[in-house]
Nanobody
Framework: QVQLVESGGGLVQTGGSLRLSCAASGSIFSFNAMGWYRQAPGKQRELVATITLGGRTNYADSVKGRFTISRDNAKNTVYLQMNGLKPEDTAVYYC???????????WGQGTLVTVSA
C-alpha cells in the first residue's frame, strides 16, 4: 500500500522559514494530484496548496506569496517551502494524494509546525 511520510516540521520564530517534505513509498506518478493541508488546534483541516501531475499549483489565499509547493519526481517527493511564517501558520501539516488506481485519498501522519511570536 502506498504511504506518504512527512518531515521537516519544527519550531520557528515569526518571519522564519521551514521546508516540509512528503515522501511517497511508491511512484509519485501513482497520484493524480498532491497537496498540503493543515489543522490548527480547535479548527477544521484546511487546504494549503496543491500541485497536479502537470505541475499546476493552487494556494490558499492566506499563504499566497509566502508558500511554494513543488515536486521532485525522481525522488518521489513533494515539498512545501514556507517563508515569512506567522503565528497563525501554527498547525499540524498533512500531505495528501489522490491515488489513481484506487481512487482513495491517502494521508500522511502529519508534521507539527509551531511559529512563535
Amino acid at each position: 500500500q502506498v504511504q506518504l511520510v512527512e518531515s521537516g516540521g519544527g519550531l520557528v520564530q515569526t518571519g522564519g522559514s521551514l521546508r516540509l517534505s512528503c515522501a511517497a513509498s511508491g511512484s509519485i506518478f501513482s497520484f493524480n494530484a498532491m497537496g498540503w493541508y493543515r489543522q490548527a488546534p480547535g479548527k477544521q483541516r484546511e487546504l494549503v496548496a496543491t500541485i497536479t501531475l502537470g505541475g499546476r499549483t493552487n494556494y490558499a489565499d492566506s499563504v499566497k506569496g509566502r508558500f511554494t509547493i513543488s515536486r521532485d519526481n525522481a525522488k518521489n517527493t513533494v515539498y512545501l517551502q514556507m517563508n515569512g511564517l506567522k503565528p497563525e501558520d501554527t498547525a499540524v501539516y498533512y500531505c495528501n494524494g489522490n491515488h489513481r488506481a484506487s481512487g482513495l485519498e491517502i494521508w500522511g501522519q502529519g508534521t507539527l509546525v509551531t511559529v512563535s511570536a
